[in-house]
């Protein structure tokens, strides 16, 4: 099979294998935007709390947004408690377009594992059997009353367990498999690691072999180049590659990442144009959050799209300080007047 290929995930069908990770603060509807225009196949939304569904929160109404040339895309939702879990699976369902359920069990923020979720569920598999099941059932029982909205899958991001002694990836995966998982997505790193140190691409190579082709099994963690990205398929065995850290700032790793699998070379994007596509998730942004809060808020976006351009430094000096669009305009044109 060739690197670069479909995936099917329950009966949901994709045109190709590169996703954009669930990035708290990052994978927004207009970032994601940005990334299926480059080529990405399948884009995650920020991590929707359970909990603050249920409870009535306006803010992750925002979160579960569509971007409008996202023809498929997921919600994540995270929760310690199945019952909770179950119950925003109605409301994920009802006040969204998704097309698949991902269940985070691999955040290791402190006050998300306090809850009993993120990787805390990677430590407790019986947990995490407990909410996958849930999940699903609630799954099919809307989509059973509601037959136009069609199968909704649900996945599973897992860790390779909580530290270097308690590795439990295996029975996590079997876990979430026998609730009735339709994909799992692994970040092979520990709780404890967080997102330093090296990622254990052998830990994804196990797992592939443990899962035998039950279900589809993705890969995260060190992958954050077209070659890196090659590198994690041919050597795991994975069958898509999620972005994350990676895409921050670069919605064109996609793009480059698709000839870089298909043709073996690739075609770097200008610093302009890596810029321009910062203004043109700026403009989204001004447009949903209004001026002043979307410049707020891009200020770590535009960060992101200067790293590793030469003068970065500087305008990230200059970026923290942005207040509005005339500001981004006077801090980026002129730099780009002089390249």
Known sequence: MELYHPVRIGNL???????????????????????????????????VSAEALT??????QDLMERAPNEKKYAVQIFGGNADVM????????????????DINGGCPVPKIVKSGAGSMLTREPE???????????????????????????????????????????????QAAIDAGADAITIHARTRAQGYEG????????????????????????DANSPETAKKMLEETGVDGVMFARGAMGDPFLFKRTIQFLKYGEYNAETVKERLD????????????????????????????????IRGGARLRQQVVSAESVDDYHKIFDGYLGGL
């Not at 179950?86 to 359920?101: A, F, G, K, N």
């Not at 830990?203 to 279900?215: C, N």
């Not at 949903?288 to 590793?308: D, I, P, Q, T, V």
């Open 127 to 173: 947990r995490l059997y407990a909410i996958v099941s849930a999940v699903k059932k609630a799954s099919v029982d809307y989509t059973e009353k509601h037959p136009e909205r069609g199968e909704v899958p649900v996945t599973v991001k897992i860790r390779s367990g909580w530290d270097s002694t308690h590795l439990t990836w295996k029975e996590a995966a």
């Open 277 to 308: 596509a910062g203004f043109r998730e700026l403009g989204l942004n001004v447009q949903k959050k209004g001026e002043r809060a979307a410049c707020l808020y891009m200020r770590k976006k535009f960060c992101a799209y200067s790293s590793g």
């Open 55 to 60: 409870r009535g929160s306006e803010k992750t």
């Open 198 to 221: 090296k990622a254990d691409w052998n830990i994804q190579r196990q797992l592939v072999d443990f899962v035998a082709g039950r279900i589809p099994v993705f890969g995260s963690g």
């Open 13 to 47: 069908e994709l045109e190709g294998n590169l996703f954009l990770a669930p990035i708290a603060g990052y994978s927004d509807c207009a970032f994601r935007s940005l990334c299926v225009e480059q080529g990405a196949s399948y884009c995650t939304t920020e991590m």
């Open 86 to 101: 179950s119950r925003s699976v109605e409301l994920v369902l009802s006040r969204s377009e998704c097309t698949s359920i």
